[in-house]
T-cell receptor, first 111, second 115 residues
């Protein structure tokens, strides 16, 4: 069974602070996706990383895929209250269809 | 990306009754859809893969007689929770993708509460 551990589980910070969320596994993934989910809604895709060592930027969000394709990180610069939500990493073993979701990181950004 | 519509968004039912949840692919014909379950403050767990015109594929530990999946058309998959019990209360989410190497897109989920 492929497991994806995210850390921290919960993070409460003030607006303007930076943060990093980690997603770690002992398994190798062909690709890894990051989602953000708000209460009562489905997850929304933020990014897909495919190549080991790949770095992708989405405005204030920076995503990195580990060289060995076993881990990933999400860094948010100058967090805003709108960044509040549940962040989920998800790894694909073969196709992107069957995903293993991480344990989740709940982020709260206050004014 | 794919557009997925899920209905209802919330349902409350009594123990012993059955509840049907619909998942529609609005912008393309989906031969495969996926059903996930999410308990409060937890991550998503894949329950089953819905296949158009054939039987669904269930993940280990998921009772196929309890969670009936029907994928009768290329745009509609349904999940029926039969003889619901309070422990079935959860957030159920469907998803699909345009192809096996395309990212998943999710519906808005259904909050099921069994009293």
């Amino acid at each position: 069974t492929q497991l994806l551990e995210q850390s921290p589980q919960f993070l409460s910070i003030q607006e303007g602070e930076n943060l990093t969320v980690y997603c770690n596994s002992s398994s190798v993934f062909s690709s890894l996706q990051w989602y953000r989910q708000e209460p009562g809604e489905g997850p929304v895709l933020l990014v897909t990383v495919v190549t080991g060592g790949e770095v992708k930027k989405l405005k204030r969000l920076t995503f990195q895929f580990g060289d060995a394709r076993k881990d990933s990180s999400l860094h948010i610069t100058a967090a805003q209250p709108g960044d509040t939500g549940l962040y989920l990493c998800a790894g694909a073993g073969g196709t992107a269809s069957k995903l293993t979701f991480g344990t989740g990181t709940r982020l709260q950004v206050t004014l | 990306g794919a557009v997925v519509s899920q209905h209802p968004s919330r349902v409350i039912c009594k123990s012993g009754t059955s509840v049907k949840i619909e998942c529609r692919s609005l912008d393309f014909q989906a031969t495969t859809m996926f059903w996930y379950r999410q308990f409060p403050k937890q991550s998503l767990m894949l329950m089953a893969t819905s296949n158009e015109g054939s039987k669904a594929t269930y993940e280990q530990g998921v009772e196929k007689d309890k969670f009936l999946i029907n994928h009768a058309s290329l745009t509609l998959s349904t999940l029926t929770v039969t003889s619901a019990h309070p422990e079935d209360s959860s957030f159920y989410i469907c998803s699909n993708n345009r192809g096996p190497y395309s990212p998943l897109h999710f519906g808005n989920g259904t909050r099921l509460t069994v009293t």
